[in-house]
């Protein structure tokens, strides 16, 4: 018997790495383009007098708020009636707004910032966001105003108002003057 050879596997020619190359593709050299820097200065619009009237009468220097925050308002040194806000790291340039209730109104366009400022307390609001970022911020004199509102609170318009609340003679004045009046 004759014995048998082991059967050996054939391969397939081999090719010299030289021959096959992957093309590979490089971008282009870049050529350095000359930057020119632009100044970012817009030169803002004037304030309008009831805009300049609201600037008159805004708090300036740190204020204190609820929850240990505080606010700091100083003027923009480079515009007349703005102001610059700080309030922790943010910093906001505010612009007075004028109301029909008489109340102060700062405002930051471009970040949604409003300050409020009312006879007894302010606030800084995000309009952006819609909530309040610091609220109960009071200097001294505001802070007098909120302590007397709590002393004598104004009187429920839905209530009738009490007898001890209303001095007897000037109702009869009152009564008397518009008895005359509804007779002449």
């Known amino acids: 018997m004759g014995a048998s050879l082991p059967t050996l596997a054939q391969s397939a020619p081999s090719v010299a790495p030289h021959a096959v190359k992957k093309a590979v593709s490089h971008p282009a050299p870049k050529t350095a383009r000359k930057v020119v820097a632009v100044p970012n200065v817009v030169t803002p619009v004037a304030l309008s007098p009831e805009q300049l009237a609201v600037a008159d009468k805004v ?22 009636g703005r ?9 906001h340039w505010m612009e007075p707004v004028p109301t029909s209730t008489g109340a102060v109104r700062l405002e930051d366009a471009k970040s949604g910032a ?3 400022q009312l006879a007894n307390k302010s606030m ?5 966001l819609g909530k309040r ?9 505001q802070l007098r105003v909120a302590e007397a509102m709590e002393r004598s609170p104004a009187p ?4 009738p108002l009490r007898a001890e609340s209303v001095p007897l003679e000037s109702a009869k004045d009152g009564i008397a003057h518009a008895l005359a009046s509804a007779t002449n």
Request: charged residues 25%; contains cysteine.
């Open 59 to 80: 708090v300036l220097g740190k204020i204190p708020c609820e929850l240990a925050a505080h606010v700091t308002i100083s003027v923009d040194g480079r515009t007349a």
């Open 83 to 91: 102001f610059v806000l700080e309030f922790g790291r943010e910093k």
């Open 114 to 116: 409003v300050w409020l």
């Open 124 to 128: 800084l609001m995000n309009q952006k």
């Open 133 to 141: 970022m610091a609220d109960a911020c009071m200097n001294a004199d």
């Open 156 to 159: 429920n318009l839905l209530e």
